[in-house]
């Protein structure tokens, strides 16, 4: 909420630089949080599915099927929120940089 309020300041200041890496800030975030809906999400409720622990014939399947993509995405996932805020940090860096030059 706070980095699509900068936006708002950010465009109506007309910093179209730092307007840029807000909004690839808030795609970033995006994309972690599509991640988290439509692959993290289905794939915890498959493992709790897949019933009680003590009850299940091969643990190791359940596991395997479950623990491959979750890490994988997993990774895609914290990549994506890296990037977000690496993005939203260097638009913090140019506007405070943009601040200093009208002074």
Do not use: C
């Not at 699509?4 to 840029?20: D, E, I, P």
């Not at 909004?23 to 994309?31: D, E, N, P, R, S």
């Not at 890490?71 to 993005?87: E, K, M």
């Amino acid at each position: 909420m706070l980095a699509a309020v900068a936006l708002v300041q950010a465009r109506r200041a007309r910093s179209t630089k730092v307007t840029g890496w807000i909004v690839a800030g808030l795609v970033f975030y995006a994309l972690t949080l599509l991640i988290t809906i439509t692959v993290h999400v289905p794939l915890n409720y498959e493992l709790r599915d897949a019933g009680d622990p003590s009850h299940i014939q091969n643990l190791a399947a359940v596991r395997d099927d479950f623990v491959t993509p979750w890490v994988a995405w997993d990774i895609v996932r914290t990549l994506a929120a890296t990037a977000a805020f690496g993005s939203l940090i260097w638009a913090l860096v140019l506007r405070g940089s943009t601040g200093r030059a009208e002074r």
